[in-house]
T-cell receptor
Framework: AQSVSQHNHHVILSEAASLELGCNYS??????LFWYVQYPGQHLQLLLK??????LVKGIKGFEAEFIKSKFSFNLRKPSVQWSDTAEYFC?????????????FGTGTQLKVEL | DSGVTQTPKHLITATGQRVTLRCSPR?????VYWYQQSLDQGLQFLIQ???????AKGNILERFSAQQFPDLHSELNLSSLELGDSALYFC???????????FGPGTRLTVL
């Protein structure tokens, strides 16, 4: 079964600092990869996704992520964070197992951006 | 707004009771997924339906069941509720294959 690890559980940054959140997954086959964001009191929103092609994907709000197949990683980056980026970030994997289309989520990273 | 709707937003009930959560997928989506989000378990996949048929099952308790109706809306039934069932229950929908899932606003269930 696939699993997802997010190494940073809590991150505190000042505005304008750069962000990198780690995500590693374990599955040897083909995967689709996602980052979702959950703002306080709200539902999950898609930030970006990787299905195939260019391993550097750009999402909404200036976020990007790089898929490194050899490292089983899909790290999320943003060059300059804003206070409004305060939220919880989830990495998710959809593995092609033929048994449906479930997403396996990491435990999430709580990001707090201070003014 | 993802286009996925869920009702009710909040539900408070007692142990031993039964509740039904409802989800309407985005227009055109055939797959519906249910997830549970709790502090100790994180986000866990429960079950997927595709065009009325069960497609995949995750960590869903036997006390829980779901179905998808001909109009593609779905209901998640939780019975013999326990304190530990208190959580946020999210519904998501997608076109059908291994594509992007769009999440609804969730139902917060509190079992007292």
């Amino acid at each position: 079964a696939q699993s997802v690890s997010q190494h940073n559980h809590h991150v505190i940054l000042s505005e304008a600092a750069s962000l990198e959140l780690g995500c590693n997954y374990s599955y040897g086959g083909t995967v689709n990869l996602f980052w979702y964001v959950q703002y306080p009191g709200q539902h999950l929103q898609l930030l970006l996704k990787y299905f195939s092609g260019d391993p550097l994907v750009k999402g909404i709000k200036g976020f990007e992520a790089e898929f490194i197949k050899s490292k089983f990683s899909f790290n999320l980056r943003k060059p300059s964070v804003q206070w409004s980026d305060t939220a919880e970030y989830f990495c998710a994997v959809n593995a092609f197992t033929g048994g449906g289309n479930k997403l396996t989520f990491g435990t999430g990273t709580q990001l707090k951006v201070e003014l | 707004d993802s286009g996925v709707t869920q009702t009710p937003k909040h539900l408070i009930t007692a142990t031993g009771q039964r509740v039904t959560l409802r989800c309407s997928p985005r227009s055109g989506d055939l797959s519906v997924y249910w997830y549970q989000q709790s502090l100790d378990q994180g986000l866990q996949f429960l079950i997927q339906y595709y065009n009325g048929e069960e497609r995949a099952k995750g960590n869903i308790l036997e006390r829980f069941s779901a179905q998808q109706f001909p109009d593609l809306h779905s209901e998640l039934n939780l019975s013999s509720l326990e304190l530990g069932d208190s959580a946020l229950y999210f519904c998501a929908s997608s076109v059908g294959g291994p594509d992007t899932q769009y999440f609804g606003p969730g139902t917060r269930l509190t079992v007292l």
